[in-house]
């Protein structure tokens, strides 16, 4: 797709998928507003891309609502309009929920629910001053399936996912975009860096790879699909284990087995890459 002077808000965008999808739509010829709480990783993605584009930052917490309507401000007087908005920013605290501090259970919500509805409230009205344009969603297949160890964040995402095709369904007489995509894990270090306390359940499934899911995210701002999974395959397990509520727990011990099997293997290669390092 071509974004020429259309504006992109892509919140989460200085590192993983949001950064990788900031690449693509650079690219494609959009101008960039850039937004997450670390300042030092968005002036380096904006440095990288100021040669394509034009780039903002806004460095910002997207469960602050004050921020959320002051980055659309923002937006809106730098490039005077905006088209596209990236839900992207997400919030992880992995472990089963007595495990876990509250606090951190709040602010899984926060961030993957609750700001992505306000920062979407706050879009409409630049949208259809602009003429239309996208909302488009990072959800996860953690919202289409249970998933022990995760259970505030498969909330979050189902939650986020069940947004998505509500406000479609208002808006569907208008010409804005709401669409969802649903990636299972991704080489990012979202989920890499904390691959012991992922389940194992979660890495059963094929990673794909932050340019992978940010081009789903380009094409979805364009094609006719409300939903994208990631692999469709596992898409296809998640929407049998929903359509099937016997299903999931009949098919979770050999995919756990499997996951296991596959964080042991990615141990052991970094500890091969790891001492090849040491050795050079």
């Known amino acids: 797709m071509i974004f020429n002077n259309k504006t992109v808000i892509i919140t989460g965008g200085s590192e993983g998928v949001g950064a990788a999808a900031a690449r693509m739509f650079a690219e494609a010829g959009a101008n960039l507003m850039l937004v997450a709480r670390n300042k030092k990783n968005l002036e380096a993605i904006a ?12 460095a910002m917490d997207v469960s602050d609502a004050d921020a959320c309507v002051d980055v659309f401000k923002k937006a809106h007087f730098e490039f005077g309009r905006v088209d596209v908005l990236v839900n992207n920013a997400g919030y992880h605290k992995r472990g089963n929920v007595d495990a876990v501090e509250a606090g951190d259970l709040g602010k899984i919500i926060d961030v993957n629910l609750k700001a992505p509805i306000m920062l979407s409230r706050i879009a409409l009205p630049y949208l259809r001053e602009a003429g239309g344009g996208a909302i488009i969603n990072v959800g996860s297949l953690a919202g289409r399936t249970s998933v022990p160890g995760s259970a505030a964040y498969a909330a979050s995402k189902a939650g986020l996912r069940s947004f998505t095709y509500s406000l479609g369904f208002e808006l569907a007489e208008e010409n804005i975009k709401l669409a969802v995509v649903s990636p299972g894990p991704i080489d990012t270090g979202f989920i890499m860096a904390d691959l012991d306390s992922t389940s194992d359940l979660t890495m059963s499934q094929p990673l ?15 094609n006719g699909k409300r939903e994208q999974s990631m692999p469709p395959f596992s898409g296809f397990l998640t929407m049998m284990s929903y359509l099937f509520p016997g299903l999931g727990p009949l ?17 052991a290669e970094r500890k091969r890459q790891k001492v090849a390092e040491n050795q050079s």
């Not at 440095?47 to 806004?58: A, C, G, H, N, P």
């Not at 794909?208 to 364009?222: F, K, M, R």
């Not at 098919?251 to 141990?267: N, T, Y």
């Open 208 to 222: 794909s790879t932050a340019d992978e899911v940010a081009q789903v995210i380009l094409d979805l701002c364009g």
């Open 47 to 58: 440095e990288e891309l100021r040669d394509k584009t034009q780039v903002e930052i806004f």
């Open 251 to 267: 098919l979770r011990p050999s995919l756990e087995r499997k996951g296991a099997r596959v964080k042991a293997r990615i141990k």
